[in-house]
């Protein structure tokens, strides 16, 4: 598969928040979340209807837009790291708007390896109680 770029990632991870909250997605819906205009999106969808890519169903003149497995996929591992790095960043004491623009920002540049580093020390932070407190003792001690 031909790498995605940031924008391409966040056009899958905006059409599974579209299905997940309404159902259907639109290349008009989709343009109104992004704040784009709609041939912007028409283009983006053709090519990633396309078999190189294969992530959503979309076809010329026709509404609705779907994610495939593999388009749901990508968006689900996306919708994870994001919810994962803006819980560390607002753990650490950045205001929610800031943690949620910069996980945003962050979740299409980071390196696989360091994806799985982070994704694997939250885990352990919210399962290990001394962990979780450590990190609030942190927060209090640096934010009160």
Same mark, same amino acid.
Request: glycine fraction near 6%; charged fraction near 30%.
């Given at each position: 598969?031909? &790498?995605? #770029?940031?924008?391409? @990632?966040?056009?899958?991870?905006? *059409?599974? /928040?579209?299905? /997940? @909250?309404?159902?259907?997605?639109?290349?008009?819906?989709?343009?109104?979340?992004?704040? !784009?205009?709609?041939? #912007?999106?028409?283009?983006?969808?053709?090519?990633?209807?396309?078999?190189?890519?294969?992530?959503?169903?979309? =076809?010329?003149?026709?509404?609705? !837009?779907?994610?495939?497995?593999?388009? /749901?996929? *990508?968006?689900?591992?996306?919708?994870?790291?994001?919810?994962?790095?803006?819980? $560390? +960043?607002?753990? *650490?004491?950045?205001?929610?708007? *800031?943690? &949620?623009? &910069?996980?945003?920002?962050? @979740?299409? $540049?980071?390196?696989?390896?360091?994806?799985?580093?982070?994704?694997?020390?939250? =885990?352990?932070? /919210?399962?290990?109680? =001394?962990?979780? @407190?450590?990190?609030? #003792? +942190?927060?209090?001690?640096?934010?009160?």
């Amino acid at each position: 598969m031909a &790498d995605l #770029s940031k924008a391409m @990632e966040q056009y899958l991870e905006t *059409i599974h /928040r579209i299905e /997940r @909250e309404g159902g259907t997605a639109s290349v008009s819906d989709i343009a109104e979340v992004m704040g !784009v205009k709609a041939p #912007s999106v028409t283009y983006v969808m053709q090519k990633l209807s396309q078999p190189e890519y294969g992530l959503v169903n979309y =076809e010329k003149y026709n509404r609705a !837009v779907s994610l495939t497995e593999k388009g /749901r996929s *990508i968006a689900m591992r996306l919708e994870n790291i994001h919810s994962t790095l803006r819980w $560390f +960043f607002e753990m *650490i004491g950045l205001d929610p708007q *800031i943690a &949620d623009t &910069d996980a945003c920002e962050i @979740e299409h $540049f980071m390196h696989p390896e360091t994806v799985a580093k982070l994704l694997e020390f939250v =885990e352990w932070v /919210r399962d290990e109680p =001394e962990a979780g @407190e450590m990190l609030l #003792s +942190f927060r209090e001690a640096k934010y009160g």
